[in-house]
Nanobody, 116 residues
Framework: QVQLVESGGGVVQPGGSLKLSCQAS????????MNWYRQAPGQERELVAS????????NYADSVKGRFTISRDNAKATVFLQMDSLQPDDTAVYFC?????????WGQGTQVTVSS
């Protein structure tokens, strides 16, 4: 079965950095687009970044362009989200996602808190 396990969240001061990881299993990782979403309290889940199956094409939400970088290691079935210049508005639970066989799969999420 598909499993997505996120890690790397935590508490960081404004201007700081974090790197999230998502370990995937249960599907052919190197043939699927991988996504990072986030959900802040009281808000809808939003797409933050996407990366194509072989890591050539990346897309970002306007709010994170120039600050976040998505990448993947297909040999390790892992997708990453490097987050720099973090701001309080980036505080949210971050989820790894794959759309596989006509449904969305999600990890359990990892909390990122940006606070002084």
């Amino acid at each position: 079965q598909v499993q997505l396990v996120e890690s790397g969240g935590g508490v960081v001061q404004p201007g700081g950095s974090l790197k999230l990881s998502c370990q995937a299993s249960g599907f052919t990782f190197n043939t699927y687009v991988m996504n990072w979403y986030r959900q802040a309290p009281g808000q809808e889940r939003e797409l933050v970044a996407s990366i194509s199956s072989i890591g050539v094409n990346m897309n970002y939400a306007d709010s994170v362009k120039g600050r976040f970088t998505i990448s993947r290691d297909n040999a390790k079935a892992t997708v990453f989200l490097q987050m720099d210049s973090l701001q309080p508005d980036d505080t949210a639970v971050y989820f790894c996602n794959v759309y596989y066989r006509s449904r969305d799969y999600w990890g359990q999420g990892t909390q990122v808190t940006v606070s002084s």
